[in-house]
């Protein structure tokens, strides 16, 4: 049986992945980081599986890994998926993005080598948030992104992505480490985080299906001002969606889908980095555009209102990767398209709230 370790198990893809790898019949053992309240919500239903466990420890104190290796009989597999992984919240916090997304993989890799764990694989969830304002231009005009195409990071997140993914090149050449790291675009689905803009989008659309179910109220009695909508009695109120920059592009996929690339990378002989990205790209209104007709609500603009503290100091205006290297070589492919996703995380969405809903009442 292996053994495999998962930094940032409780996240959306430590989750998802710890859930692969289970299958895959691997022993688990996750690092939570130690916090005031429960962080487990996404891997509850993991609890009573024997071939999972959790440890504490924290990324960015190397005692921490060190204790987390030490405490292990054998690894084979080593996963960083741990980070300060929000880009706004970069701006606001950038010594601490720097610490936890930066040196925190320099940690792991650093502890890997004094502990002589040579024979472990190690994966870095890399991003392309890294390519920033770059792109390369295909010779039908197509701008894209893919292994060759340089960085150019546009926030503290992706300068703190870039080193840690230089570490891992280094680490890989100067130690012989196998050490792989995957260029994930954009990755979504039901476990995303709440303030990432398409659950932050999807959320509020079943929010909304629910108010109208529970007021009894059609599109056509509602009423609007800068910042609510009103049922026919104006005690009937509901907040507008507030989002910031609705130009930008992103390359969105499924969180499920993308993690079998990490498992992938590591299942090769040699280490090597990969984009991993659908190869499609959509603005964030055209996301709109896809989660309000799934509702059947064709023109989102009387629900949305634009709120100026959302915009960044600085965007990433398009992505769009391409992974011929990941088709090629690990043979993998993604399955969902964007109509997929949104489909998947409204009906999650609105599951989760109509049972709530019926356990209420
Ligand atoms: P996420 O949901 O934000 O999860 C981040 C994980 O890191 C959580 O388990 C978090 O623990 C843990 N963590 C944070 N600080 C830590 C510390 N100091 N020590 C140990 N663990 C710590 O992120 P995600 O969407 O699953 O993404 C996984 C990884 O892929 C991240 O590195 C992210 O930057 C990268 N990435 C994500 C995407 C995407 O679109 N999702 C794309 C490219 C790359 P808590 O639960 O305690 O907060
Ligand atoms: N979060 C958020 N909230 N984003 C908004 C909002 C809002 O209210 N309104 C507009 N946006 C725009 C952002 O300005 C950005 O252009 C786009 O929506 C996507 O934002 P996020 O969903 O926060 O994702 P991201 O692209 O910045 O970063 C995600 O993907 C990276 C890979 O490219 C994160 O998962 C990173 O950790 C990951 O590395």
């Given amino acids: ?194 303030n990432f803009v398409t659950k932050k989008i999807t959320n509020w659309v079943v929010d909304f299906v629910v108010w109208l179910r529970d007021n009894l109220l059609a599109i056509e009695d509602l009423i609007y001002d800068t910042d609510y909508i009103y049922g026919k009695t104006l005690t009937q109120k509901f907040p507008k969606l507030k989002l910031g920059n609705l130009d930008a592009y992103r390359d969105w996929g499924y969180a499920g889908d993308y993690v079998n690339a990490m498992w992938l990378m590591l299942q090769q002989e040699q280490p090597d980095d990969y984009v991993i990205c659908t190869g499609k790209t959509y603005t ?18 009387n629900f949305v209102s634009l709120d100026q503290s959302l915009y960044r100091p600085a965007e990433v205006e398009y992505l769009r990767g391409n992974c011929d290297k990941a088709k090629n070589k690990l043979g993998w492919e993604p399955k969902y398209n964007l109509d997929m996703l949104i489909s998947l995380m409204i009906d999650s969405g609105l599951n989760d709230k109509l049972q709530n809903y019926a356990r209420h009442i």
Avoid at 291 to 296: D, P, Q
């Fill in 284 to 301: 964030i209104r055209e996301f709109l555009d896809g989660a309000f007709n799934y509702v059947n609500i064709n023109n989102w603009s």
């Fill in 1 to 194: 049986m292996k053994n495999a370790i998962i930094f940032g198990v409780t996240g959306q893809d430590g989750s998802h992945l710890a859930d692969l790898l289970l299958e895959k019949n691997y022993k688990v053992i996750g690092v939570q980081r130690r916090s005031s309240n429960p962080s487990s919500q996404r891997i509850n239903h993991l609890s009573n599986n024997g071939n999972f466990s959790l440890v504490e420890g924290d990324i960015t104190d190397s005692h921490s890994v060190l204790n987390v290796f030490r405490g292990i009989d054998h690894v084979d597999e080593i996963y960083n998926l741990a980070a300060q992984s929000h880009v706004a919240t970069s701006f606001k916090q950038p010594g601490l993005t720097w610490d936890i997304t930066g040196k925190g993989c320099m940690n792991i890799l650093q502890v890997m080598v004094e502990e002589g764990m040579f024979g472990a694989r190690f994966y870095q969830a890399s991003s392309s948030e890294m390519f920033g304002s770059s792109y390369s231009v295909s010779r039908d005009g197509v701008k894209y992104q893919d292994e060759d195409t340089k960085f150019l990071p546009q926030s503290p997140y992706a300068i703190s992505k870039c080193a840690a993914h230089y570490a891992v090149r280094l680490f890989r050449q100067a130690y012989d480490l196998h050490a792989s790291a995957g260029i994930l675009f954009n990755h979504e689905g039901p476990r995303r985080g709440d």
